[in-house]
């Protein structure tokens, strides 16, 4: 891998691992640039988006009162994520050892995810994790507050944003393909609803950090994004 003007950002030392962060609100396109920028750039991608899907599996199978921090914590005591890149750099996610990959990309997982994001103690649980993997370096890392708050001091920060008709109709477009229709509408429904709740919450609430390059992606296409992330990596 080779990265030509690395060498052009002062602030970052050649022996430290890389960390970028990509971080936005539902239905922007982070999943699909954050793992083509990792597969570019030869960097483990990591999605933390997919962590709090899968504490809202285990919520959905073993219901409780989220609210009740006892019941909450008992259940985070028994619950173990873990996640591995296969060769295609395709995450694949364990819960308690069960592959959890194709099982939470529901609306019901992506509604109740927003509600266990909004729990410290499941923030604490993942963000410990999250930090973790980010020790090592060498990755990009994709979520909602990674940027701000999981790794304050990433090399390269990055925001997307888009409309939030435009997201409704890509996230429709990715359900399509994925051989769920459902209405552009409902999306557009809960995107606002999710939207509003990652960014009002009192815990690492959505927004960019002060450093961060914010990319407005409503007119442009996915390749187009990438190739600005990663010619600002690059320094070109
Ligand atoms: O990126 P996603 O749609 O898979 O994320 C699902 C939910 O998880 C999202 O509505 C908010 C929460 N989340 C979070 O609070 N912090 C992150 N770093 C990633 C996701």
Same mark, same amino acid.
């Given at each position: 891998?080779?990265?030509?003007?690395?060498?052009?950002?002062?602030?970052?030392?050649?022996?430290?691992? #890389?960390?970028?962060?990509?971080?936005?609100? @539902?239905? /922007?396109? *982070?999943?699909? &640039?954050?793992?083509?920028?990792?597969?570019? %750039?030869?960097?483990?991608?990591?999605?933390?988006?997919?962590?709090?899907?899968?504490?809202?599996?285990?919520?959905?199978?073993?219901?409780?009162?989220?609210?009740?921090?006892?019941?909450?914590?008992?259940?985070?005591?028994?619950?173990?994520?873990?996640?591995?890149?296969?060769?295609?750099?395709?995450?694949?996610?364990?819960?308690?050892?069960?592959?959890?990959?194709?099982?939470?990309?529901?609306?019901?997982?992506?509604? #109740?995810?927003?509600?266990?994001?909004?729990? @410290?103690? /499941?923030? *604490?649980?993942? &963000?410990?994790?999250?930090?973790?993997?980010? %020790?090592?370096?060498?990755?990009?890392?994709?979520?909602?507050?990674?940027?701000?708050?999981?790794?304050?001091?990433?090399?390269?920060?990055?925001?997307?944003?888009?409309?939030?008709?435009?997201?409704?109709?890509?996230?429709?477009?990715?359900?399509?393909?994925?051989?769920?229709?459902?209405?552009?509408?409902?999306?557009?429904?809960?995107?606002?609803?999710?939207?509003?709740?990652?960014?009002?919450?009192?815990?690492?609430? #959505?927004?960019?950090?002060?450093?961060?390059?914010?990319?407005?992606?409503?007119?442009?296409?996915?390749?187009?994004?990438?190739?600005?992330?990663?010619?600002?990596?690059?320094?070109?």
């Amino acid at each position: 891998m080779n990265y030509p003007s690395i060498k052009n950002h002062t602030n970052m030392k050649m022996e430290k691992a #890389l960390i970028i962060t990509i971080d936005g609100p @539902s239905g /922007v396109g *982070k999943s699909t &640039v954050a793992k083509s920028v990792a597969k570019r %750039l030869g960097l483990t991608y990591l999605d933390t988006g997919a962590m709090y899907r899968a504490i809202a599996l285990q919520v959905k199978r073993n219901p409780l009162n989220i609210d009740n921090e006892e019941e909450l914590l008992s259940l985070l005591r028994n619950t173990e994520i873990e996640f591995v890149n296969n060769k295609e750099n395709n995450l694949i996610l364990t819960l308690n050892n069960e592959n959890i990959t194709d099982k939470i990309r529901s609306p019901e997982i992506s509604r #109740l995810s927003s509600d266990v994001a909004t729990k @410290s103690l /499941v923030r *604490k649980k993942l &963000v410990e994790i999250q930090r973790k993997i980010g %020790l090592n370096g060498n990755i990009v890392v994709e979520g909602r507050d990674m940027g701000t708050y999981v790794f304050p001091d990433a090399d390269f920060k990055f925001y997307l944003d888009a409309t939030l008709e435009e997201r409704a109709k890509r996230r429709s477009n990715q359900l399509r393909e994925a051989g769920q229709s459902i209405g552009v509408d409902n999306i557009t429904k809960e995107i606002e609803l999710r939207d509003k709740q990652d960014k009002e919450r009192l815990e690492s609430p #959505l927004h960019p950090a002060p450093n961060a390059v914010i990319i407005n992606t409503t007119n442009l296409i996915a390749d187009d994004v990438i190739n600005r992330i990663i010619a600002e990596v690059k320094g070109e």
